[in-house]
Structures are given as C-alpha cells and as structure tokens.
C-alpha cells in the first residue's frame, strides 16, 4: 500500500508557504531544512508555544532534531512539496538539500490563482519514480487517477478505509488487479464487519498499526478536497449505518473524463526511449501541465509542434499526461527545458544561530510542590453527607487491611478513572472538606451556578471550577479560561465574599498534557487581570486528604489562597 | 529562465471613455454612473486585469498593531470561494449554489457592476460609457490608473436591500456552512466594512484568537468568531485573546476594542449576557457583539464597522442591536423582530 506519511494540509497554507519559501531562497544555489525552517518561521507560517518569528525558533531549538517543531514542520512541507514536484533533491546521492523546480517556481510565481496547476501536480503524483528508491512499497500506479476511477466504478461514496484497501493497494496498470480491487471492495461492502476485518488483515499485512494505515489516508483526502474532486457526506447506503464517507463531486468526474483519454507516461516506459524524445517528452509534459493550468504558452508553440513530431509514434494525436519534476531527476528535466534551478548564491540560514530557549520554556512548567509537613485532624463535622462517610469508610478499611497512604492514594486515583460529573464534583467537594475548607458542589447541569464548587469562606472564598475524567483526562486551556471566568463573575456578583488576590482553581484528573502552554496562559491572565488561577490534579488532592486521614499530616493551607500554577503534594 | 504568464491576465480589457463624478446603487440591476450633465449610464464589467471582486490587497489582511501574528494569507475576497474567473468572457463567474450574498464582491467591484437579482449577477454587457481593448502594457496602466480614481467617487444607494425572506435564504446557508468558511466570513466582512483584518491560520493552535482588526479610526481589537450556540465560549475566548495580546504583543487590555462576531445572537436566558455585563463591572472592558446578519445588512448599505465602548455594546440589560444598525443606516432596518436573532435574540 503506498504511504502517505504527512498530515493532510491545507491547499492555501501550502501555496502560502511555497510563495514565502520561493523568495526567501531562490537566490541560494540550494536550500536545507534549516533554510526552510528559519523563512517559515519568519514568515509568521508557524507559531510555537504561543509565539511566531524569531521566537518561535528559539523555543523549538533543542539538541534532540525530532523534538525541533520547526525543524519537523519545515521537513513535513518538503515531503509534501516534494510529492508535488515543486522541490527537488540538489544532488543525486542525498535527499537533501532541495532546489525549486521549474513547475515550483511557476506556483511560487503565480499572481493568480493557481489551483488549476496545483490540481495538475496532484494528478502528477505516481510511482515509482526516479526519486523514490526506497520507499516501503512497489504499487506501480498513477493514484489519484486511479482514486477517481474508483470512486466512479463504486458508484461515486468511498469509505476511507476503502482508499487503503482499493487504489492505493493496486497496479493501476493491471486491468485484471484492478477489476479484482473493485469487485472485492464490492463484496465487502454491507457489513461493517467484514470491512474492519479487511482493513486489520491489510494493516497485518503492512506490519503497521490500524491507526498508522489509517493516517495514510490524511493526506490524499486533503489532496482531494482541495481540488474539489470529492466532498464529505454522511452515507448509511454502504455499511448499513451512518459513517463519514467521501463522494465524488462533477468536477471530480469531469477531472477523470478528461485524463482517461490522455497518454499516461510512466518511468519504465520513459526509460526505455532514446534520449531525445525523451528530451522531448519532458518539454511536451510540461508545457501541457502549464498549458491545461492556463498559462500562455504562445511563445513555445513551435517547440510544442516540433515535440509533437518527435513523439507522433508514442502520442498517437492523446494529450499527453506526464510530470517531469515528480517523475524524474532534475538534471534531466533542466536539461531538456534549457534552464538550471540551482544557480545562486551559497548563503545558508541556520537555525543554530538562534539561541536556544528551550530553558524557558521549560521554566514555564514549574510547579510548585507542596509539603504535607503540618499536623492537622481532619474536619469530621464537615463531613455529613452520605457520600463522605462514604468516603471515609472506604479510606479506613483499606488503612486497616495494611496499604499505605501511597497505595491508598493509588486505589482510588485508579477508581475514579471512569467517574462522571456526577461523583466527580461530590469527589473533589469532599476532599477539600478533609483539608479543612468549607466546600460545596453544584448539581451538574445547574446553568445558573457558574462555577462547579466553591470554597465558601467568610472573606476568601474560591471558585472551582472541575473537570471529570470523563469529559477530559488532562485539564485543558478551556478550563483554565474557565476558571478566570468564575473569577470575574464571583467578584462581579457577589454571592460569596472574595477579593481580587485569593485564587480561583481548576481541578482535574491529571494535571495539563501542554503544562508550558497552560502556565503561560495562567502567567498571561495574572499580568493582564491580576488574578492567580491555581491548578490541582486528583492524585494531589487524594495525597493530601490520605495523608490527613492516616498521617495526620497536611499542608500550609495558606497555600491554597494564594496558589498560582499548579500544585502537586509531596506525599 | 523563462516564466509563463497566466492567462488571468487579459487578451483583452475594458476602459472607460468618460470617468463619472458618482456611482449610485440600485437593488436588483448593476450600479448607474452619474456624470456632470446628469446624463446616467448603466455600469458594467471592465474585466479588470487584478479584479478587486475576487482579491484584497496585500494591506487589507494585516493588522500593523500585531507585526508578528501569523494570519491566513488567503486574498480571496468572497469568503466561501463562490467566485471564479471566466477567461473566455474576461469576467467573473458567481457559484449561485455556494453563495452567500454578503455583498462583499458587490462592494468592491470599482464599477457597480455586480448586482443581486434572486442571485448574484455581473453586467457584461457593454455600455456607452466603454470601450474594449487588447490588453497591453499601455491598456493596462490606463485601467489601473482609472480604476485607482475610479474607487475614490462618491457612491451612494443601497446593494441589496434586506428583508426577512432573503435573511431566510441566507442563514439556511450559514447555518449548515462548513467550519473552514466561518472565519473567512467574519473576516472578510469585517475588510469590507473598512476595517484592516487578520485571521489566524486553519489549524494553527497556538494563536488564540480567530481574528484581529483595526478599524477606520485605528482602533484595534481581538475578534471571537462563533457560528454556533456556544457563545460563552467566545466570551472566554475574548478574555483569553486579550490577555495574550497584552503580554504577547503589547496590546493594552483597555486599548482592546474586542469584537465577538456571531451568527445569530445568544437567546437570552443563555449566560452570555450576563457575562458581557460582569466583564464590563468588574473589568471595565467592553466585549462589542454583532452577528453576520447585522454585518451584511452594514455592507450593503455601504457603512462602516467601527467599534466603540458603545456601539456595538450589548449586554444583559440590553440585548438589541437595532438600534445601532438604524442608527448607522439613518433609517429603520427591514426586518422583523427577533428574525433569526440577527438584531435581537431570537427568545
């Protein structure tokens, strides 16, 4: 099956990016991926960590080349724009680095619209190629013909999966594999079951993952859309239930009317010729990609003719459908078109140069940690309800069968992995009860209370706001947003007292995946509003009121008032 | 090397013989010239060589107030791509099925030669007042230079007038519209309102918020964008966007004129106005709210978007848009009360 390993992108974001690309680094004899990644970083294409620009690239530099987003946006965009023939390898010995092509450039250039020439380099992609050695796969095949092909013989809806299983599976060349492809997508069709079965054999098959087979299909459906040769419907006709499906649309169906009558060149045969109606061949394929792209292409029209004759035998009066920078080296392309791409300058953008902040960045995940060192007993009388007894009960009898507050605390992290809002907000509520705070739960549901808890204190009440594990695991930006915002309305409306300096807090199961983003976010909402919003996690929250229970140990509750990021408990 | 040129550029263009003194709009039939001697002409298309109904200018989708936010290039004046170039007839072609009659193509057209009619249309058929030529350096110069006088005329009338049959037509659209297209609505409504207007890249997740603008008058604000019933959501996006410009970029939280563009206003037991209010108590900042309904019905009739302390200012205590927008068009605005939730909320 043939990989496509990148993330489907958007059309205009490419083009915004090879436009950008293109005049930054076409004055260099060649470009690397730090080239790449310095110009779209500058050119505010990407932001990391919050930031753009120069910014942005000191964040991302680290030692470790995986972990450099900009790095790894900038070499996904090769990828990418390697497939679609607007860049090239310089040498042919290595991968990088990378010249424009000939067709690249014209993209890069055009002042119009240029979706009509991207189509023709998305209907360029095939395999193999002369740049594509060794490559995991051997499907010889000119795909997005073959794709739409398919989607006419299975009556216009293709389920994903069906991509993997179909044309990207095939020798279009092969009529009889192609027959068979479609007839066993037919006889799969109607039950789901025998798709997901289908689909795992072929991942078993690939020694892949599902999920990594079904990424594969990202990126040709974003092909695909941005042409406008399919669109997303909801279909229930193929699987006997509601899926996200793709349809053909009529331009997609006009798109394979007017390839299937074409001359399709491929590498072998290509090879096979004498050089100069190969020459030839590369001059004809090219100016009819600009040409059905609509360029004018008045002032090569005698070579066009001349081309014509020399390939009169192969063309046999077909329109010829072949691209030369996907398909070939680029020495030989230049050759034949009279031009050379890699002229210029031996200037070089590094990203060395800009000094790495990743130190910040990693300062901004600070957390501040508590040390449960203060004696206290727990406040029972706050403890009535049902729930909390409960609770109580629960904590005491795995106490009593010999487990540790650690293994205590890990029993019920584990048991409320599955919580709902329902004993989520009773949970977090009770816990705050053993620490001491006078603390109450709004019915989940209730629009009318803002916040979700609140410590109802004489003059420093708190606002919490509570994610349950089963609406998100990690805490979110959302809830930190969240939580400023129960800290306006509470000062706005008053039901309990509070000043502007106590804290407002966001509890979840575990604490923020994106902890730099969040405390910048936390840091960002301080400087602007002056507010401190503190986040705690259920494992911190479970350390503290066991170690109460059974330590009789606990914090500086102080801490709590004045909390800003996020806590975690020393148990 | 040599770089082929793109056909978009003209065989052959249209200039005017006689430049009018105004342009006056008509709804339902392309725009009339009016000249000294108050002989009137029908407009009609000059196939222009850089058309200003399908491209911004470069100028138009940045904000200077923020050099390093990483906006969406796209130039593409009509927000959902309804819009094509015609080569064989040098002119635009209008995606009945995809549009949305914001009127944005209409405005920018330097002629009036767009028009609604049960559908967006273009004039092409030649008028007195024109004259076809090859395009050529010299044609083309002589084009631009008549058009850049041409855009500074007085224009008058109303494009599309409203009501709450065509408001129908509309919003079943924008009701269903695709994800991608929100922002570049909002956005391009906002250029076309006069403002300058940045959107944050389709799936950057690091910049916060949807948009940016910065009015005629400079100022200057973060834009929420919610096609949807989550408006408190906005509201706590915009408080997010502000405080990001203020660390990131500077931006005063008081210099923040935030803007939270919706599609129909929040019914108005939702928690979203008495929010607006409590950010206003408590923060003395004030969210502006204005839906895409209430923007069109401003394009149309050639206003201005400009976004004050007041204007635009609607909370709990009221929930009305009307009279703002009639205040603007200096006259009452067709449409019934509480249509769609464009002006008022809908319960």
Redesign the interface.
């Given at each position: 099956m043939i990989r496509f390993r990148n993330p489907g992108t958007q059309y205009s974001t490419q083009i915004q990016v090879i436009k950008q690309l293109y005049e930054a680094l076409s004055g260099q004899e060649n470009f690397t991926l730090d080239d790449m990644a310095v110009v779209i970083a500058q050119g505010r294409l990407m932001t990391a960590y919050g930031y753009a620009g120069d910014d942005a690239l000191r964040l991302s530099n680290t030692e470790q080349e995986s972990m450099n987003s900009a790095k790894m946006n900038a070499k996904m965009y090769a990828e990418v724009f390697r497939m679609l023939g607007w860049v090239t390898p310089y040498s042919e010995s290595s991968s990088y680095p990378l010249v424009f092509t000939y067709i690249g450039a014209h993209i890069a250039l055009s002042t119009g619209d240029c979706s009509r020439l991207y189509e023709q380099c998305v209907l360029g992609i095939n395999n193999p190629t002369q740049l594509t050695d060794n490559m995991s796969y051997n499907e010889k095949l000119r795909f997005f013909q073959c794709a739409l092909r398919t989607f006419i013989d299975l009556d216009g809806i293709m389920y994903k999966h069906e991509l993997c299983l179909g044309p990207m599976s095939v020798d279009d060349e092969d009529e009889k594999a192609y027959q068979n492809m479609i007839a066993f997508i037919r006889s799969i069709r109607g039950s789901q079951k025998r798709l997901n079965k289908a689909f795992l054999d072929l991942a078993v098959s690939l020694r892949m993952k599902p999920t990594p087979v079904d990424n594969c299909t990202r990126l040709p459906i974003a092909f695909m859309k941005s042409c406008g040769w399919v669109e997303s419907i909801n279909d229930s006709s193929l699987y006997g239930k509601s899926m996200a499906c793709l349809k053909i649309t009529q331009h997609g169906i006009e798109t394979y009317d007017a390839i299937k009558v074409m001359y399709d060149l491929r590498l072998d045969k290509y090879l096979k010729l004498e050089k100069n109606v190969q020459q030839a061949l590369i001059r004809l394929g090219t100016y009819s990609m600009l040409e059905r792209s609509g360029y004018d292409m008045s002032s090569v029209d005698e070579i066009i003719r001349a081309d014509k004759v020399i390939c009169e035998g192969i063309l046999q009066g077909k329109e010829l459908l072949f691209s030369p920078c996907q398909t070939l080296r680029r020495k030989q392309v230049e050759e034949a078109l009279g031009i050379q791409m890699d002229v210029g300058t031996e200037s070089r953008l590094s990203i060395g140069t800009f000094e790495s902040a990743v130190a910040v960045r990693e300062a901004l995940a600070n957390t501040d940690i508590w040390d449960l060192n203060i004696s206290h007993e727990v406040s029972i009388e706050l403890l009535g309800r049902d729930e909390e007894q409960e609770f109580l009960k629960t904590v005491n009898k795995l106490y009593s069968d010999g487990y540790s507050s650690g293994e205590i605390v890990n029993e019920l992290f584990d048991y409320y992995i599955d919580a709902t809002q329902i004993t989520f907000y009773p949970l977090i509520a009770t816990l705050f009860k053993i620490m001491g705070f006078n603390c109450s739960f709004s019915r989940p549901g209730d629009n009318g209370a803002r916040w979700d808890a609140i410590i109802d204190d004489p003059i420093r009440s708190i606002p919490i706001e509570i994610k349950s594990p089963t609406e998100e695991q990690f805490l979110s930006i959302k809830a930190i947003r969240q939580a400023l915002e129960n800290k306006i309305i509470l000062l706005s409306r008053k039901t309990h007292v509070t000043t502007p300096e106590v804290t407002t807090l966001a509890v979840g199961y575990y604490m923020p995946n994106e902890r730099a983003e969040v405390n910048r976010l936390i840091a960002d909402f301080k400087a602007t509003y002056g507010y401190s919003i503190g986040v705690i996690d259920l494992k911190s929250l479970l350390s503290i009121s066991v170690s109460i229970l059974t330590d009789k140990k606990t914090f500086d509750k102080e801490k709590l008032y004045s909390l800003e990021g996020l806590a975690n408990a020393n148990i | 090397?040599?770089?082929?040129?793109?056909?978009?550029?003209r065989k052959n263009l249209s200039v005017l013989n006689e430049m009018p003194i105004a342009i006056v709009y008509k709804p339902g039939a392309p725009a009339t010239h009016h000249f000294n001697d108050e002989i009137e002409c029908k407009s009609t298309c000059l196939n222009c060589v850089n058309p200003r109904c399908?491209y911004f200018d470069e100028s138009d989708i940045e904000c200077s107030e923020v050099k390093?936010?990483?906006?969406?290039?796209?130039l593409s004046v009509c927000p959902v791509d309804a819009i094509?170039?015609n080569?064989d007839k040098d002119s635009p072609i209008f995606d009945t099925n995809k549009c949305i009659c914001c009127g944005i193509c209409m405005r920018r057209c330097p002629v009036g030669a767009i028009y609604y009619d049960e559908e967006v249309k273009v004039c092409t058929t030649p008028s007195d007042n024109t004259t076809r030529v090859k395009a050529s350096t010299y044609s083309i110069q002589f084009q631009k230079e008549q058009l850049e006088t041409l855009i500074n005329k007085p224009r008058g009338g109303v494009l599309i007038k409203e009501s709450d049959e065509l408001f129908d037509k509309i919003y079943a659209k924008l009701l269903s519209i695709k994800n991608i297209y929100h922002n570049p609505i909002g956005r391009n409504l906002l250029i076309s309102l006069g403002c300058k207007s940045a959107m944050r890249?389709?799936?950057?997740v690091?910049?916060?918020m949807d948009a940016v603008y910065s009015a005629s008058d400079n100022s200057f604000g973060a834009v929420e964008i919610e096609f949807g019933r989550d408006t408190l959501?906005a509201?706590?996006?915009i408080?997010?966007d502000?405080?990001?410009l203020?660390?990131?970029y500077g931006i005063d939280?008081n210099d923040n004129q935030a803007l939270v563009v919706c599609l129909q206003l929040p019914n108005a037991r939702q928690?979203y106005w008495?929010?607006i209010?409590?950010?206003k108590?408590?923060?003395n900042i004030h969210i502006s709210t204005i839906t895409i309904g209430a923007m069109m019905i401003l394009n149309w009739n050639g206003c201005l978007l400009i976004p004050d302390d007041v204007t635009y200012y609607i909370d709990y205590d009221n929930m009305s848009l009307r009279p703002a927008i009639e205040w603007q068009l200096d006259g009452k605005v067709n449409l019934s009360d509480k249509t769609l939730g464009i002006l008022e909320p809908m319960k």
């Open positions: - | 090397m040599q770089i082929f040129k793109e056909t978009v550029n399908m390093n936010f990483t906006n969406d290039r796209r094509t170039w080569a890249r389709i799936g950057d690091y910049t916060r959501d509201a706590r996006g408080l997010d502000i405080a990001v203020h660390t990131r939280k928690g008495q929010v209010k409590d950010v108590t408590v923060e």
